[in-house]
């Protein structure tokens, strides 16, 4: 099933089925959470329409709104421009702003990967001119914060599980009929809820790794991104024209897998990767010297051998991600075997 283009709507939102769109006076903002660079996210509320019979319900949500790195004017240019052509009847156009097309692939990409450890969309807006993505409030906020609050206590049961739900996502992202590569795997792109289950979030980079592709975006953040994708970011590419990985293209799935790897190692460790190396030094660190974020975790030498095997140099010799959720799975029950004789904590 090929990922769709969705046509766009008079109030500048993509008609997809699948993401309800809520009114703006339904939502109600609270603080912010995160300013990102082109990504506001805050908590609050949101009434959401009934399913079946019955009053709406009040959930606690995170609103993500859209808007232009080159300020916002732009937006609402693109915006006004949507309304007046709504009043005059005529077709949306298919040009966005640049906060449209990001809103759009995310919009797109959340409808299409539904699973239980991938972060869901509750619905779609727009707030004062900006598109909006309304997500279930995740209590703990991002993983990054939940392993570096030094009060957290964090047994090893409950982080190998954060790892086995962040597998699990990736292998399904992996999985899908047109697999699909999420692109910024790190801890700060997942979220931790009430319970310490953990879903995979920020779908902003993610992009079809298959199928009906014209170009790869070359995405991510350095400290967690594999060296064949750094090696284009030395040479000043942001995207390259789509070859098939079988005729030697760039293969974006274990490049996930790679950033997967670096986000077991953070789960293991609770270190920062690269910790006090500026973002230029990593990059040539890793790619010219092949180094690794930091001390391996020690004592468990097949957790060692998995983060090695996600890190080979050699994209096609790291294990899928469907592999790795398998080794995961057999630490755990190894953990529960060693707890079970009094050798476990
Ligand atoms: N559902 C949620 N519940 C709680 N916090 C959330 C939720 N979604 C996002 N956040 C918070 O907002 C931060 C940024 O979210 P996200 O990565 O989706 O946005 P972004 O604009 O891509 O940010 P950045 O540009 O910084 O990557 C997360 O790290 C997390 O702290
Ligand atoms: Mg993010």
Redesign the pocket.
Known sequence: MPLRSYPTAPDGLPAIDAIARIAAAAIEFCEL??A????K?S?GFAALPPTGEGAATRVAI?V?RFYDEAGEEAEQQAELGAEQRAEQGSPPSPQLSNAGRRFHSEAELLATCTHPNV?RCLGMATCEGQRCLL????ER??L??VLHDERAALPWERRLRFSIDVARAVAHLHSLPTPVAHS?LKS??I?VAADWSVSV??L?DAQRARGEVDSVAIAGTPEWMAPELLEHINFGRYAIPWVAPEQGGLDLLPCDVFSLGTVLWEVATRQVPYDGMRRRQVVEQVVNHYKQPGEMPGEDTALEALLGDCWQREPAARPSAAQVLLRLEALLDEHFRLVSIGLGS
């Open positions: 959470i995160n990102g660079q082109s990504c996210v908590r995170a993500k972060v997500f279930p409030l995740a906020g991002n990054w914060d910024d700060k792109n979220l979030g920020d902003g």
